[in-house]
């Protein structure tokens, strides 16, 4: 099995996880980056680094790229537009701010994430959101 097929069946299982501000833990909660915390403890086991704490805010309050420059530290940056299913995507939810979603391509039009008020879904990649995508991952090879 790939590892982007292994990521992208791990991130199916999480379907239905209720939102959890800072959670990753299946069945119980998780937030967008909780998800993807999640499938990469199933990839490889422990997480990359540890994660502080953060507000729902904490994005436009620091001013600075967090999410996008974790990414960039433990994932394979992709070009754009190259992304496929099991790879992870970021978006700045303002056009004008930093990127602070982030959620699994799991096909060509669509994406798994879990976002405030909802759970783990799966939804369209819809033009709101291809406008919003910052940057595409892939998780690394193991080692």
Not at 32 to 51: F, I, K, N, S, T
Not at 61 to 81: C, D, M, V
Request: aromatic share 10%.
């Amino acid at each position: 099995m790939s590892l982007r097929t292994a990521a992208l069946a791990e991130a199916r299982q999480w379907l239905g996880t209720p939102y959890r501000h800072q959670a990753s833990c299946l069945g119980a909660g998780c937030d967008c980056l909780g998800l993807v915390r999640g499938v990469w403890r199933a990839l490889y086991g422990a997480e990359p680094e540890a994660l502080p704490a953060y507000t729902p805010d904490w994005a436009e309050r620091w001013g600075r790229e967090t999410l996008l420059e974790a990414a960039q530290r433990h994932l394979i940056t992709l070009a754009p537009n190259t992304s496929q299913p099991g790879d992870v995507l970021l978006f700045r939810p303002y056009l004008d701010g930093p990127a602070r979603h982030c959620a699994i391509r799991s096909g060509e039009r669509h994406i798994l994430h879990a976002y405030w008020g909802r759970h783990v879904c799966e939804t369209a990649l819809t033009p709101w959101w291809r406008r919003r995508l910052v940057a595409e991952f892939r998780f690394p090879d193991k080692e």
